[in-house]
């Protein structure tokens, strides 16, 4: 799928898609379909998208809070959750100004370069219980538990502590005893 694909799916903003996207595209970004919306880059880093919805059509910069925002047009779309992405919304044509839009991604393109950019919080495992009890009692099995990686690491206290019964908790630990002390992480064999 292309950018002009994706304007035709959304006939109510089509004419909208294909404005934004005539704007970013001059401005010396990648544009590419990433998460079935248009996605536009620089050095292979996302530097901002477009999508439609039902009531409006939104413009977002992945690293939006860096952006002076001298219009006072963006907004943080999930408090609390995202960090660096702001959201520029639109109801209708009439609110594209064509130089203001060219303005906020020529200075999102500038960060980028200049390699502004909130990184994801890690967040570390919540190690249940039950599985530190297990890695206090065996020497071996905590140091092979440390060896793994913290997305492994994390993958094993969640379905442990996803069990809603201790008798499923216990089970659950019992079945990955075995596979911490080889080094494997719980979802290896699909990978």
Request: charge should be positive.
């Given at each position: ?64 809070v860096f952006l002076t925002d001298k219009a006072g047009v963006l907004i943080n779309a999930q408090k ?67 060896k793994l990686t913290p997305g492994k690491q994390k993958e094993y206290a969640e379905y442990i502590a ?30």
């Amino acid at each position: 799928m292309d950018i002009s694909q994706y304007a035709s799916k959304h006939p109510k903003w089509q004419n909208q898609i294909e404005k934004l996207h005539e704007i970013i595209s001059g401005e010396g970004l990648n544009p590419a379909i990433k998460w079935g919306v248009p996605v536009y880059a620089v050095d292979d880093k996302n530097v901002v998208g477009l999508a439609a919805f039902k009531n409006h059509f939104a413009l977002w910069f992945y690293q939006g809070v860096f952006l002076t925002d001298k219009a006072g047009v963006l907004i943080n779309a999930q408090k609390d959750k995202t960090r660096g992405l702001r959201q520029w919304k639109f109801d209708s044509a009439s609110e594209i100004d064509e130089g203001l839009v060219r303005d906020y991604v020529l200075e999102a393109r500038q960060n980028q370069l200049d390699g502004k950019e909130i990184k994801p919080k890690k967040k570390k495992a919540d190690i249940p219980e039950i599985l530190s009890k297990a890695l206090d009692g065996d020497a071996e099995l905590l140091n092979a538990f440390k060896k793994l990686t913290p997305g492994k690491q994390k993958e094993y206290a969640e379905y442990i502590a996803s069990a809603k019964r201790e008798e499923t908790k216990q089970s659950r630990l019992e079945k990955s005893l075995a596979l911490i002390k080889r080094g494997k992480g719980l979802h290896d064999k699909y990978k």
